[in-house]
């Protein structure tokens, strides 16, 4: 213990000397090991943004319940610091709430902002505003973010919101707080003085292969902005997710996986951009885990690779870590999952 925190003291003296972002951007793959990322590679006409990236690390997934973790105890570990069990959502292994990241920079006047393919109240996005003993309590999820204060969501999930077997309506009890609420998908400028939430669909947005547009990348970019502006030299922090490559393995998908992926890039390199001009802004992207134990091995002749997923499960390979901007240098090396986000605080001085 005491080595421990001696450790921790050299870490945060060293901290100190780096360069504090003044912006966060976390981009979390669902499910993206190396070889899901190594795709962008094989399938991308041109090159992949992550080849932006000069600062890499690995992270080790396993939660504290199970060497192979689930999304709920992996987001867990990056929203509030801690290993907890599989399936737990913002709380430890005693089901006690953890203060996330998100809300303890809202509390330093952040302005926030969550954006994820799947319903809003899912593992990874809830993670960062939720505290339940259960990834499945959906409605109970959707109260808590009626109420986080977030500036700004977009995801879908609509009928934990509004078909409630409590008859609660979390949607109207946001457009009361003065949220401009949505469910049919906007291009319209967001202005800074409003909040906003979209909810995009009942459940889930169509994967990329069943029509879903640029939607990732180019809400990303307006969020940004938006984020940007509205936060005014304050300081914000944004976490998009890429939600699909998750459920490409799931269901051993390739073409789904590919697309997914390429989405998933364009979102980065929406981000590396903002990051580039701005000169203050952390980009940090990461998978909660593995899924599909994916291969690439040789096709049938020696210009073509072949994409096999071995499992429909999660895996438990360390998973890459590709940070951008000042204190990226912080991230490099291999460490465990919940110690990225001690990293995170330690560089923000929280
Ligand atoms: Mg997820
Ligand atoms: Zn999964």
Redesign the pocket.
Known sequence: MKLFSTALLICTALMAFAQKPQNVILLIG??MGLSQVSTTFYYKDSDPHFKRFRHIGLVKTSSASNKVT??AAGATAYASGIKTYNRAIGVDMDTMPVPTIMEELKEKGYCTGLIALCSITHATPGCFYAHVKDRDEHEEIARQLSLAGVDFFAGAGTRYFTKRADEQNSYAVMQKNGYVMDTIQSNKPLEAHKKYGFLLADVEMPSKNNGRDDFLPRTTKAVIDYLDQRSNGKGFFLMSEGSYI??A??SKDVEMLIAEQLDFDETIGAALDFAEKDGNTLVIVTADHE?GGLSLEKGANKDTIQLTFKTDQ?TTPLVPVFVFGPGAENFTGIYENNELQLKLKALLGL
């Open positions: 669902d499910g689930d999304s998750d459920w393995g799931h899924t999660h």
